[in-house]
Nanobody
Framework: QVQLVESGGGLVQPGGSLRLSCAASGIIFSTYDMYWYRQAPGKQRDLVAL???????NYADSMKGRFTISRDNAKNTVYLQMNSLKAEDTAVYYC?????????WGQGTQVTVSP
């Protein structure tokens, strides 16, 4: 069974930091392009960042300079380091893995940025 399990969400003040983790099982992790998405209440699910199987990264414009995506293939885990958090970053954050054979999603972890 393929599983992607996010963790690390929580409540943080504006300007604070969190590191999200997504642990994968049931896939050959090193061959997958990994993504972070987020969805705020009443909003669409939007791309946050990606890291491909070769280690290349990209970010949505609003996250550039604040968020960093990384992966540890030995641990089958992708991370999202979030700094300088803003209230508008409040959302459920999801990780996803894509390869030519399929795509998989985690269940999400809540991030709330509030004084």
């Amino acid at each position: 069974q393929v599983q992607l399990v996010e963790s690390g969400g929580g409540l943080v003040q504006p300007g604070g930091s969190l590191r999200l983790s997504c642990a994968a099982s049931g896939i050959i992790f090193s061959t997958y392009d990994m993504y972070w998405y987020r969805q705020a209440p009443g909003k669409q699910r939007d791309l946050v960042a990606l890291i491909n199987s070769g280690g290349g990264t990209n970010y949505a414009d609003s996250m550039k300079g604040r968020f960093t995506i990384s992966r540890d293939n030995a641990k089958n885990t992708v991370y999202l380091q979030m700094n300088s958090l803003k209230a508008e970053d409040t959302a459920v954050y999801y990780c996803a893995g894509y390869s030519y054979i399929g795509s998989y999603w985690g269940q999400g972890t809540q991030v709330t940025v509030s004084p």
